[in-house]
């Protein structure tokens, strides 16, 4: 199903495919390896999400057992505990952020998220059985073992997408890649609240992703490469196409790339890099309190069983999910009519999180004896925050296209410090897990950290190339 669609999407946006009969444009290039590879990056984000996103359910259950099977074991965990589990996967993605970009640039892309996500998928298969053995130590342990070797995911990707996609569909190849993040988000939680409910409970949600995470891992280590040129099944013409498109060889832009030194005091010291740093640092704020909180709020506020929660909390990340391809699809259209690229990307991000933070804010107003307009609100919420796409994170390459990959690796791993606080302090702000009034202050920060870290990216932020992107050389 995923080929096909990535088949009729080709088609439908490759300007020559109306003249395929007359130019005798071959299926290689309509179809060819290189969407395979495109498809095994979005199967990785997806079940990267997925090996995340699960905990955010099992860990209701892991508290409170829900499983119709008395034999599940359950921690009665409060929720700063719980919190914590859900944080702590972020201690370890922090440190490994920025070392996995340098090691994907010097080594092997492919390989090292191979053996990234091998790994991660042992410690989300044994974390039921070190539970048990260990308690909620033990769980943090492998929490964080998750997120030291899941960091490479994003490097990883952004780097083969460089050698992979041709410019002309790098974006909506990319586009599609990353599209595994919602998508993973989607299918794991309403899966994961089943799963928790059944008779088998919550261990499973362990076992079945982290046996994808295995799977996936072997199928690319064999299946997948780090540029057409090192690909041992790719058809010459097809290699020709990608790297006639990309204007240079691999040996040309590594040697391009050896002139170029990594301007850190410029990067740091640069204004418009700190709005985006501070900007991503709302964005993983929002987000990840929203996304590792939801089925909470489902359970404890909206009384919906873990199972209807599962499913409910994955419904605004499902309209993100759609939202993302006509939003970058109306961001390029501007572009092309002349608006200004400050323009479109202060204006998209303003969706992004302008519109989420109104929501947010809206969610103390409505009535407590009704979940509609909550779910509602909610979905806005998530939604509309896939303007980000072509808001502060697309700004990277307008800063500077040569240092890109170590501008999101910086900002990244700054903005992960807060996908592990939030989370804390939402911990510490809920101590009465039903309690609406103390819900609404978790809201109403989100809201206003949205509301602030968009204005600094507003007022500081550019979308020119800096001086500093190919000033400093060796």
Same mark, same amino acid.
């Given at each position: ?6 088949l009729i999407?080709?088609?439908?946006q ?7 009969t007359?130019?005798?444009m071959?299926f ?6 290189r969407?395979?590879q495109i498809?095994?990056?979005?199967l990785?984000?997806?079940i ?7 905990m955010s359910?099992?860990? #209701?259950?892991?508290?409170n ?9 359950s921690?009665?965990? %409060?929720k700063?505990?719980k919190d914590?589990?859900?944080?702590s996967f972020?201690w370890?993605?922090?440190i ?15 390989k090292?998220l191979?053996?990234?996500m091998?790994?991660?998928g042992?410690?989300k ?5 070190v539970?048990?053995f ?6 943090l342990?492998?929490?964080v073992g998750?997120?030291? &070797? ?11 997408l ?21 998508? /993973?988000t989607? #299918? ?6 089943f799963?928790a $409910?059944s008779?088998i /409970?919550w ?10 995470a ?14 057409p040129s090192?690909h ?12 006639e498109?990309?204007?240079?060889s691999?040996?040309?832009s %590594? ?10 005091? $410029?990067?740091f010291t640069s204004i ?5 740093? #501070?900007?991503?640092s709302?964005?993983?704020?929002g987000?990840?309190t929203?996304?590792?909180?939801i ?5 404890d506020?909206?009384?919906?069983n873990?199972?209807k929660? /599962?499913l409910?909390a994955?419904l605004p ?5 759609i ?24 204006t ?11 929501a ?9 004896? &009704?979940?509609d307009?909550a779910i ?19 700004n ?7 240092f890109a990959? &170590?501008?999101?690796?910086i900002?990244n791993?700054?903005a992960?410090?807060?996908?592990i606080?939030a989370p804390?302090?939402c911990?510490v702000?809920?101590?009465? $897990?039903?309690s609406?009034?103390?819900? %609404?202050i978790v ?9 602030v870290?968009?204005?600094?990216? #507003?007022?500081? /932020?550019?979308? $020119?190339?800096q001086?500093?992107?190919?000033s400093?050389?060796n």
């Amino acid at each position: 199903m995923l080929a096909i669609y990535i088949l009729i999407f080709q088609r439908a946006q490759c300007p020559n495919s109306r003249h395929r009969t007359s130019k005798k444009m071959s299926f290689r290039r309509i179809l060819g390896m290189r969407h395979l590879q495109i498809l095994l990056y979005f199967l990785g984000v997806t079940i990267g999400y997925s090996l995340r996103v699960g905990m955010s359910v099992a860990v #209701i259950s892991m508290a409170n057992s829900t499983s119709t099977n008395l034999d599940i074991p359950s921690y009665g965990w %409060n929720k700063v505990q719980k919190d914590l589990v859900l944080s702590s996967f972020f201690w370890g993605y922090a440190i490994t952020q920025v070392p996995s970009g340098y090691i994907a640039d010097v080594w092997s892309s492919q390989k090292l998220l191979a053996i990234g996500m091998l790994l991660c998928g042992i410690f989300k298969i044994i974390t039921p059985a070190v539970a048990d053995f260990g308690g909620l130590s033990a769980v943090l342990v492998c929490r964080v073992g998750m997120g030291l &070797t899941q960091a490479c995911l994003l490097p990883c990707v952004q780097t083969l997408l460089s050698k992979w996609a041709p410019p002309n569909e790098r974006a909506r190849l990319g586009t599609f890649a990353y599209a595994g993040a919602q998508f /993973g988000t989607v #299918i794991t939680m309403p899966i994961a609240g089943f799963l928790a $409910e059944s008779y088998i /409970g919550w261990p499973s949600i362990f076992y079945i992703f982290g046996a994808l995470a295995i799977v996936w891992s072997i199928v690319f280590y064999y299946f997948g490469a780090d540029s057409p040129s090192v690909h041992r099944s790719i058809s010459q013409e097809e290699r020709m196409y990608i790297e006639e498109s990309l204007k240079t060889s691999e040996a040309e832009s %590594n040697k391009i790339n050896k002139k170029m030194k990594t301007p850190w005091k $410029e990067i740091f010291t640069s204004i418009p890099m700190w709005a985006l740093i #501070i900007v991503h640092s709302g964005q993983n704020w929002g987000y990840w309190t929203l996304l590792t909180e939801i089925p909470s709020y489902m359970t404890d506020v909206l009384n919906f069983n873990i199972g209807k929660s /599962g499913l409910i909390a994955a419904l605004p990340y499902l309209v993100m999910w759609i939202l993302s391809f006509p939003i970058s699809w109306l961001s390029d259209f501007a572009l092309k009519k002349g608006v200004s690229r400050a323009i479109v990307r202060k204006t998209c991000n303003t969706i992004a999180h302008w519109g989420p933070a109104i929501a947010l804010a809206c969610m103390s107003v409505i009535p407590t004896d &009704t979940s509609d307009w909550a779910i509602v609100l909610l979905v806005l919420a998530v939604g509309l925050n896939a303007g980000s796409l072509c808001g502060f994170q697309i700004n990277h390459i307008d800063l500077s296209p040569n240092f890109a990959g &170590t501008m999101i690796s910086i900002t990244n791993c700054i903005a992960t410090i807060t996908s592990i606080v939030a989370p804390m302090i939402c911990g510490v702000i809920v101590s009465e $897990e039903g309690s609406v009034d103390q819900w %609404n202050i978790v809201f109403y920060v989100s809201a206003i950290i949205y509301f602030v870290g968009n204005l600094i990216f #507003i007022v500081f /932020g550019k979308a $020119e190339v800096q001086w500093w992107n190919d000033s400093v050389k060796n």
